[in-house]
């Protein structure tokens, strides 16, 4: 019973060492996110609330926190609420089997990228609930984009995917990044480290993809109707997305906590910095994009993915099983290099 209750505790402590500092990432990310898009458009960007306003999140936090959460008359009030809940307990399970280093890792699973391709599949139900039990016509239509939005593109992801499985043989995560202590992904497979950076965009409804939130056409999409914490909780889901699509691209296609170069005073430095500057990076391109790119219309989203990125990434599984039964003599890091 005690050695029961100990393991309860020791994963309780764990879960919270996962989940504390996510949330403190997401509110800096927005924090970041404003100060990177003011100094690119030449603007101050919040300056007020502690020190160069990087206390403005916590600051907009505790605002949601005290308003009245206004529920409409009409609304289907039970789905309406969940709705947010099932966004942001998906955008926190996922972090369950991500490594931060080596052994630093939830749960490691040897199907971790299967249970992150279903957890991140299984995203579009919180926005389907939200933009129906509205009852609002922006809502509704909001939902709708996005979740033909995030069936599209999950496509493409998941044969980019397939080509890293291929050339690793696993579905553990550890294993996937330990195969690159020679050369990182991004060289050989550098076309699908684009295209899964683009897809990375259109499945989190980041600019120029983020026509489910459209503030021109349908005020702000499938969350017009919230308030005070359901917003909240939403902004909290969508970031934790976005910072948990970064971190795959990271994992799948710049080694992970693998230091960039066989330089042995880079390994003095602990993985979790290496990983950590990564992510920044990645975080970066997507402020970046936001601050530089127009929106695209939804004719051209659509086309994009079904036209061009799956018949792409399609043909570059085949390339790619390809090239590594024709070279199977080979050493694999040799194949790589060919």
């Known amino acids: 019973m005690l050695e029961s209750l100990n393991y309860i505790l020791l994963t309780l402590l764990k879960i919270l060492a996962v989940v504390v500092p996510l ?24 300056n007020i609330v502690g ?30 609420i969940v709705a947010p809940i099932l966004t942001l307990t998906l955008s926190l399970i996922g972090w369950a089997v991500i490594p931060f280093d080596k052994g630093v890792v939830l749960t490691d699973l040897n199907v971790g990228m299967l249970y992150i391709f279903a957890v991140s599949s299984l995203g579009v139900y919180g926005i389907i609930m939200a933009g129906w039990s509205s009852n609002s016509k922006y809502a509704f239509l909001g939902a709708l984009r ?16 397939i080509n890293v499985l291929l050339c690793v043989g696993s579905l553990n995560i550890t294993k996937i990044v330990m195969a690159q202590e020679n050369v990182w992904f991004i060289s050989p497979l550098f076309p699908l480290f684009i295209m899964f950076f683009i897809s990375c965009l259109a499945e989190t409804n980041r600019h120029p993809f983020d026509l489910p939130e459209a503030e021109s056409e349908l005020v702000s999409g499938y969350n017009v109707e919230y308030s005070a914490m ?11 997305n976005i910072i948990l699509m970064s971190t795959l691209n990271v994992l799948l296609f710049m ?37 530089a790119l127009p929106r695209y219309r939804y004719d051209q989203l659509m086309r994009l993915g079904w036209k061009i990125f799956l018949p792409l990434s399609l043909g570059w599984v085949v390339f790619t099983a390809g090239i590594l039964i024709a070279f199977d ?9 060919i």
């Open 23 to 46: 949330l403190l990432c997401v509110a800096f990310l927005t924090v970041i996110e404003r100060k990177v898009m003011s100094a690119m458009q030449r603007r101050v960007g919040p």
């Open 51 to 80: 020190p160069f306003g990087l206390l403005q999140a916590f600051a907009d936090a505790l605002k949601n926190i005290v308003k009245e959460t206004i529920i409409p008359s009409r609304a289907n009030t039970i789905i309406f």
């Open 146 to 161: 996005s979740a033909a939005q995030m069936i599209s593109y999950e496509v493409s992801i998941g044969l980019i995917i």
């Open 230 to 240: 359901g917003f909240t909780l939403f902004f909290i889901g969508e970031y934790g």
């Open 255 to 291: 080694g992970g906590w693998l230091p960039p170069l066989n330089i042995p005073i880079f390994y003095y430095l602990p993985g979790v910095f290496w990983f950590g500057l990564k992510l920044l990076f990645i975080l970066f391109l997507f402020v970046w994009v936001r601050a």
């Open 329 to 337: 003599w080979l050493p694999r890091d040799l194949v790589f290099i």
